[in-house]
Antibody, heavy 122, light 106 residues
Framework: QVQLQESGPGLVKPSQTLSLTCTVS??????????WSWIRQPAGKGLEWIGR???????NYNPSLKSRVTVSVDTSKNQFSLKLSSVTAADTAVYYC??????????????WGQGTLVTVSS | EIVLTQSPGTLSLSPGERATLSCRAG???????LAWYQQKPGQAPRLLIY???SRATGIPDRFSGSGSGTDFTLTISRLEPEDFAVYYC???????FGQGTKLEIK
């Protein structure tokens, strides 16, 4: 069974860099044609896609966050990671990692981590 | 940029009733890229429908999706108590989500 688990600091100071890791189990992150994404959700608000990475290392980012985001993959640890620089209070949110479903029938995010709350505050 | 508008914002129904949720795109989108999610408080979203009409693994057949072009619909044929939640549509190509429809018990 595929499982994803986010980890990282729950509190980050303004102007610093938010760093999160998603550990994947039940499937090799380097097998198959999967993309792996980060998505966030401020309290009481909707969902915002941040970026994704392919097993080859190629990435796509949300244009509104592109200048501050880096997503990377460590296949040896079956993990992928998110770095978001120069954070402000507006970056306070629950951060989810997810697997992209890409099939001949359609696309979506079929497996999600439970989410981790990151608060930006001094 | 594609904008997704969900309606209604809140839908109040009783168990056993039929729910119809709408997702309208600002321009035509590929049906392959249209997905629906269910989110309950404190939980991650769950994929219900992808490719506009394909049910994800383990999703009951009371959930169905339809539509094409700019208008898409999620239908829950007969509401169960566990179906009351927030529902989001998503256009995968632009990775944009709609603002959500809250389905509440009447």
């Amino acid at each position: 069974q595929v499982q994803l688990q986010e980890s990282g600091p729950g509190l980050v100071k303004p102007s610093q860099t938010l760093s999160l890791t998603c550990t994947v189990s039940g499937v090799s992150i380097s097998s198959g044609s999967y993309y792996w994404s980060w998505i966030r959700q401020p309290a009481g608000k909707g969902l915002e896609w941040i970026g994704r990475i392919y097993t080859s290392g190629s990435t796509n980012y949300n244009p509104s966050l592109k200048s501050r985001v880096t997503v990377s993959v460590d296949t040896s640890k079956n993990q992928f990671s998110l770095k978001l620089s120069s954070v402000t209070a507006a970056d306070t949110a629950v951060y989810y990692c997810a697997r992209d479903l890409r099939s001949s029938y359609g696309y979506g995010y079929d497996y999600w981590g439970q989410g981790t709350l990151v608060t930006v505050s001094s | 940029e594609i904008v997704l508008t969900q309606s209604p914002g809140t839908l109040s129904l009783s168990p056993g009733e039929r729910a119809t949720l709408s997702c309208r795109a600002g321009q035509s989108v590929s049906s392959s890229y249209l997905a629906w999610y269910q989110q309950k408080p404190g939980q991650a979203p769950r994929l219900l429908i992808y490719g506009a009409s394909s049910r994800a693994t383990g999703i009951p057949d009371r959930f169905s999706g339809s539509g094409s072009g700019t208008d898409f619909t999620l239908t829950i044929s007969r509401l169960e108590p566990e179906d009351f939640a927030v529902y989001y549509c998503q256009q995968y190509g632009s990775s944009l989500f709609g603002q959500g429809t809250k389905l509440e018990i009447k």
